[in-house]
């Protein structure tokens, strides 16, 4: 794989002023990296799985006036589309990485999730690690680490996931950029590798939900 990792370079590219000057910035520095760990780990997610895993890179063309302020790699079962599936990222925001397991507003199973994961709060404390962190909302960078979070906490943003139509639920990890240049692309790599495994839990969830719906 040529993947070399991330640099400055490629989070300033959020700093670019405009749409056009930005998406070319995004094309020629980001996208390349992003193709390049989709094709690796699309086979190690469809093994971890069990289900044929295709990567899609976040292309932003409906975007006409605002810049993008974060760009991605997902990986779904389908090779049409991941929005209304279940599926996992690696992605930028100007000030950091993120790996994730998502299931965002356009899938149609939430609820049934919402149910499922309300039923297994224990496991889902024992198996996803403390350092791991949660968001509602795809669309904002802000995030709350799992240690901070107590049953009721999970039970409120299941049931959100349950009862709202446009909720969202994502877990994983973000790594700051300053740390993020320092790695190298066999660290960055094996760190999403193993950040994958440990997100594999709440796929089979979700999976375990579609089959309700």
């Not at 090779?79 to 507003?105: C, D, E």
């Not at 300053?178 to 960055?188: H, P």
Request: with cysteine; proline share 5%.
């Amino acid at each position: 794989m040529k993947f070399n990792g991330f640099t400055e370079e490629d989070f300033d590219v959020f700093s670019i002023d405009g749409l056009d000057n930005r998406m070319d910035a995004l094309i020629t520095l980001i996208r390349p990296k992003l193709e390049e760990l989709g094709q690796y780990f699309a086979p190690t997610l469809s093994s971890l799985t069990g289900d044929e895993m295709f990567p899609h890179v976040a292309k932003h063309a409906r975007r006409t006036i605002n810049p993008p302020n974060d760009t991605w790699v997902a990986f779904a079962n389908n090779n049409r589309g991941y929005k209304m599936l279940p599926h996992f990222q690696i992605g930028l925001w100007q000030t950091h990485l993120f790996v994730w397991f998502a299931v965002i507003y356009e899938a149609p199973m939430k609820s049934s999730l919402g149910k499922v994961l309300s039923n297994h709060v224990s496991d889902i404390q024992e198996v996803i690690p403390n350092d791991f962190v949660w968001s509602i909302d795809h669309t904002q960078p802000k995030v709350i680490q799992q240690s901070d979070l107590n049953i009721e906490d999970f039970k409120k943003m299941f049931e959100r996931l349950e009862t709202v139509k446009k909720a969202e639920i994502l877990c994983g990890i973000t790594i700051n950029r300053d740390d993020v240049v320092k790695m190298s692309s066999d660290d960055l790599v094996n760190t999403f590798d193993q950040t994958f495994r440990r997100l594999i839990p709440l796929y089979q969830f979700a999976q375990q939900s579609s089959k309700i719906e």
